[in-house]
């Protein structure tokens, strides 16, 4: 069964920087892309970065790219979102997601098919 648990989410200044992570078990980690997600209050569930399985293939949001980094590290099976010059508009619940299929990378909520508890992220004005 594919368990994955996020963490690291806090309350954070804007400007600041935070890194989140994803900690995955019962997959075949190194064989499946990733994604992180995040629910604003209000706002759609939205696609913020992906990252192939072997960590050489990424895809980010426009509201993120230059400032977020999506990496994982396949021996602890875990992914990584390092997140900078935080704004309040990123203030949210973060979820990380596997992709349905072996080796597979993408935007839509609906290509993943696990997902975790989300951690939550506040960014204070």
């Known amino acids: 069964q594919v368990q994955l648990v996020e963490s690291g989410g806090r309350l954070v200044q804007a400007g600041g920087s935070l890194r989140v992570r994803c900690a995955a078990s019962?997959?075949?980690?190194?064989?499946?892309?990733m994604g992180w997600f995040r629910q604003a209050p209000g706002k759609e569930f939205e696609f913020l970065a992906g990252?192939?399985?072997?960590?050489?293939?990424?895809l980010y949001a426009d509201s993120v790219k230059g400032r977020f980094t999506i990496t994982r590290d396949n021996p602890k099976n875990t992914v990584y979102l390092q997140m900078n010059s935080l704004k309040p508009e990123d203030t949210g619940v973060y979820y990380c997601g596997k992709h349905r299929v072996q080796y597979g990378l993408g935007r839509r909520s609906g290509e993943y098919d696990s997902w975790g508890q989300g951690t939550q992220v506040t960014v204070s004005s």
């Open positions: 019962g997959l075949t980690f190194r064989t499946y892309g």
């Open positions: 990252i192939d399985w072997a960590g050489s293939s990424t």
